[in-house]
């Protein structure tokens, strides 16, 4: 074989497609779980990382959407529709190409980070810039798909969360167990829902003991579920959660009262402080949203909602050179050296 063959062949016996269907994969799956030393040192608990970067369209997408573009395949369907903040965009392109169907991907104008916009056009997706934000694009998605020959790729297509979900039998397979408690950043909320399934079938089928409290974090810009209520206009550096009214609202509820967890905001300038902390301690660069769940751990740890001693892990969802514009923004401009050793050592101040 080639290696890891991908997470529906891993997961045979837990994530269902069609008899006799086509596996559309990229091999994504089977990330890296990093223990994070740095995150632990400052949080008194056992923090793992898991790097959801490393999947091949560089975000966890890639695990809901080999089941959908399967499930697509199979059905005999010509055409795929998805709205997107970007990565569910970016992924549905590449699993369309590799399936050799055609993409459609509806996202907010000006509003998805530059990377991801560069992974639908090379995929060749047919991008529509919509004037509107996430929640419009997916009303309009799907009316669409409703009313034409076109199947909709957004997690609420429930296959999506049966990918999905392997994340958290990945965290258990490695872990020998789950975590106490696991953190992700929330958008959609379909992750959260995917995650608090995993966990739930391998307790019931006692591949696991106990369950984790599900943590979920919002930006403080965008935070309907902590709030109570929709937010009509959603504003957050973290344009891949910049959503206002998350599809899986009540299923995200569900796993929070069910796991005894919680959900809260963080602000643009944690979720900042979090994503430089990340980069520049753990070596570790994710997206802006990923780094939400990181500065969602930061704020329970120092207030004692995160009891310390307990083993965490935290999903960062996306790569961060999917955002190279928020990366850059901190970038000192210097003039550049002639080709000369002496003016490297004076600009490093090695002498
Ligand atoms: N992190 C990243 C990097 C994301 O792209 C998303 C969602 C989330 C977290 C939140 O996950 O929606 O399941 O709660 N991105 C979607 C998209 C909305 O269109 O790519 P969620």
New binding site residues.
């Given amino acids: 074989g080639a290696g890891w063959p991908g997470l529906i062949e891993a997961y045979r016996e837990r994530v269902e497609v069609p008899e006799g269907a086509r596996v559309v994969t990229l091999h994504e799956g089977n990330t890296p779980l990093i223990e994070a030393q740095h995150l632990s040192e400052l949080t008194g608990c056992r923090v793992y990382l898991k790097v959801e970067g490393a999947n091949p369209t560089g ?3 890639d695990r809901g959407m080999t089941v959908a573009m399967t499930h697509a395949v199979a059905g005999g369907i010509q055409a795929v529709i ?9 992924s549905a392109a590449a699993y369309a190409a590799r399936a050799g169907l055609t993409s459609a991907v509806l996202v907010p104008q000006g509003k998805i980070a530059m990377g ?1 916009l560069a992974q639908a056009v090379v995929h060749g997706a047919k991008i529509l810039q919509v004037q509107g934000n ?1 929640d419009d694009c997916l009303e309009l998605a799907r009316k669409t798909s409703a009313e034409y020959p076109v199947t909709l790729v ?2 609420v297509n429930p296959v999506r969360i049966e990918g ?1 979900k392997t994340g958290a039998f990945e965290v258990c397979d490695v872990l020998g167990r789950a975590p106490d408690v696991h953190c ?11 995650y608090w399934k995993g966990y739930a079938e391998y307790a019931s089928d006692g591949v696991i003991e106990a369950t984790p409290r599900m943590f979920g974090f919002q930006a403080a810009g965008s935070a309907p579920i902590v709030h109570g209520e929709p937010v009509s206009s959603p504003e957050t550096v973290a344009t ?2 910049r ?1 206002g009214s ?1 599809a ?1 609202w009540q299923a ?1 509820l569900a796993a929070k009262e069910a796991s005894d967890g919680l959900f809260s905001a963080v602000t643009d300038e944690q979720i900042l402080d979090a994503y430089r902390l990340l980069a520049s301690r753990e070596g570790v660069f994710v ?1 802006p ?2 780094a939400s769940s990181i500065a969602g751990l930061l704020d329970t740890a120092a207030d004692g909602r995160l009891p310390s001693g307990s083993t965490v892990v935290c999903t960062v ?2 790569h961060g050179l ?1 955002d190279p514009d928020t990366a850059l923004a901190g970038m000192v401009e210097v003039e550049p050296l002639p080709v000369d050793p002496n003016a490297v050592a004076t600009a490093l101040e090695l002498s």
């Fill in positions: 975000s966890f997408k998805c709205a997107s903040t970007g990565n569910t965009s970016a991801k996430f957004n997690s999905q992700l950043p929330v958008g959609n909320a379909g992750n959260i829902t995917a891949a959660i959503i998350p899986s995200a997206e949203a990923s969802t996306g999917k």
